[in-house]
């Protein structure tokens, strides 16, 4: 079974420019996760989809940042324009429907994003 | 909110050294606790976990046991081998409608031969 894949692996903008974020989820799972690791500190949570629904978005840091799920299979996350402050590692999660308990949260390799 | 303290290092041991790393939590509700680790150009992987008080998860020689009565989940580990250098994050999920993980700010560990 294919874990979780990210892409790119890195991407190097410059300021202003976009850039847009893909993740492929575990086949079948339901919940898909964004993190993001800022360099030196805790990997902070951005948003939570079921299905093709955005369940939490609550770690979203601002509007520049734009997450799709469409048809409930992968994700991209956008963000437009890009700020020096959004480099980082963004991580991505899935995991199955979850029916109470505690479910694993399988993750990617990541994409690196450096603003320039 | 809920949050994460864990020791940040580096840390740096010899083979067959004895490992800990302490985390500590701030949570509301019953908080379900996790290990997970980032080998080099790896993904996190889940190391170990406990979903209740006095529960001790282990995995691959690593342990750790919730304790609630101090709001821990230290990591330890007998005798670290070179190819347990990584990343290790401690994290929780404080359950019911809320899946998110809240995570430490991760502690790099080194074991030299």
């Known amino acids: 079974e294919a874990g979780v894949t990210q892409f790119p692996s890195h991407s190097v903008i410059e300021k202003g420019q976009t850039v847009t974020l893909r993740c492929d989820p575990i086949s079948g799972h339901d919940n898909l996760y964004w993190y993001r690791r800022v360099m030196g500190k805790e990997i902070k949570f951005l948003l939570h989809?079921?299905?093709?629904?955005?369940?939490?978005e609550s770690g979203m840091p601002n509007n520049r940042f734009l997450a799709e799920r469409t048809g409930g299979t992968y994700s991209t996350l956008k963000v437009q324009p890009a700020e020096l402050e959004d480099s980082g590692v963004y991580f991505c999660?899935?995991?199955?429907?979850?029916?109470?308990?505690?479910?694993?949260?399988?993750f990617g390799p990541g994409t690196r994003l450096t603003v320039t | 909110g809920d949050s994460v303290t864990q020791m940040e290092g580096p840390v740096t041991l010899s083979e067959e050294a004895f490992l800990t790393i302490n985390c500590t939590y701030t949570?509301?509700?019953?908080?379900?606790l996790f290990w997970y680790v980032q080998y080099p150009g790896e993904g996190l992987q889940l190391l170990l976990k406990?979903?209740?008080?006095?529960d001790k998860g282990s995995n691959k020689g690593f342990e750790a046991t919730y304790r609630k009565e101090t709001t821990s989940f230290h990591l330890e580990k007998g005798s670290v081998q070179v190819s347990d250098s990584a990343v290790y994050f401690c994290?929780?999920?404080?359950?019911?409608?809320?899946?998110?993980?809240?995570f430490g700010k991760g502690t790099l560990l080194t074991v030299n031969p």
């Open positions: 406990a979903t209740k008080a006095d």
């Open positions: 999660a899935s995991s199955p429907r979850l029916w109470g308990g505690t479910y694993e949260q399988y």
């Open positions: 949570a509301t509700g019953y908080p379900s």
């Open positions: 989809f079921v299905k093709e629904s955005k369940q939490d």
């Open positions: 994290a929780l999920n404080s359950g019911g409608s809320n899946y998110k993980l809240t």
